[in-house]
């Protein structure tokens, strides 16, 4: 079987399973399978696969055609143009999640301690540390095995940070000029309609966001006051419905300068607001 074929083959099986731009990961899975660019294989489409080349990427066709995800497949995500380890036991990393690391990084400078909470992967943590050489970062999950999917990745991008096994600030000890979290938003009875490499391979836990969607919001807003020094800065994404919302609870808390910031596509995103 060569390149070309193996691609074809690959985007076939994957459109009969009704995969979203299946010949786009047919290519991905035959560029990890076998270690090709898409300049060699542009170059040289009629190059023979080895047989153990042949087999990792059928097993992998396989596994998409099953709507396993393709991030689970690989085991690795960018973000922030950095490689980021994942698995079943955290949120794969969104492009539309690096607004709120951007987003943080406009107020956060060396010498800052923040926290980020529901860290899962370590993305958002891992991201500010390493944009921002000298702040101090502690990311918090309530999953240890999300953790161990976090400390894998900090020793991987080798930044400093701390993990804490906590239930939000159930854990957590001292004070924070920034807090960051992308809590789990989502609607529970919105979650039988999500994709099925969603709703079936990422954690429940990180997608559950109870009846209304804004329970861990209302913690937030709640606790976090007590753990950010006086000026210091919240940044939370949000839902594209929830741009009325959150800063509702936000306010209500005493919370000012609240600010909804926009993503690409002009969907609400990330709120930012100040404890006075």
Not at 6 to 30: F, H, I, M, N, Q
Not at 257 to 270: H, K
Request: with cysteine; hydrophobic share 40%.
């Amino acid at each position: 079987m060569t390149l070309r074929e193996a691609c074809r083959e690959g985007t076939e099986k994957l459109s009969r399973a009704g995969v979203p731009e299946a010949g786009l990961d047919a290519w991905y899975l035959l560029e990890w399978a076998c270690g090709v660019s898409r300049s060699h294989y542009l170059a040289y489409p009629e190059e023979e696969l080895s047989e153990e080349q042949e087999q990792k990427y059928r097993a992998a066709v396989e596994e998409r055609e099953r709507r396993v995800p393709l991030q689970h497949i690989t085991g690795e995500q960018e973000f922030m143009g950095l490689p980021f380890l994942v698995n079943e036991h955290v949120l794969i990393p969104r492009q539309d999640t690096e607004i709120l690391v951007e987003e943080a990084l406009k107020y956060l400078k060396p010498g800052m301690r923040f926290l980020d909470l529901c860290t899962g992967s370590g993305c958002i943590l891992l991201s500010l540390l390493r944009f921002c050489p000298g702040a101090e970062g502690v990311g918090a999950d309530l999953s240890p095995e999300a953790l161990q999917t976090a400390e894998k990745n900090r020793a991987r991008l080798g930044v400093p940070a701390v993990l804490v096994e906590s239930d939000l600030f159930e854990k957590i000890e001292g004070t924070f000029d920034l807090i960051v979290s992308n809590p789990p938003y989502i609607r529970r009875e919105e979650i039988a309609g999500l994709m099925e490499e969603v709703r079936l391979h990422e954690p429940l836990m990180a997608l559950d966001g109870h009846e209304d969607g804004l329970y861990f919001y209302r913690k937030i807003a709640e606790m976090s006051p007590r753990y950010l020094k006086p000026g210091g800065m919240l940044c939370l994404e949000i839902g594209f419905d929830q741009g009325e919302s959150v800063p509702a609870l936000l306010d209500a808390e005493g919370f000012d300068e609240i600010e909804v910031v926009r993503d690409l596509a002009g969907l609400n995103r990330v709120v930012r607001a100040r404890r006075p």
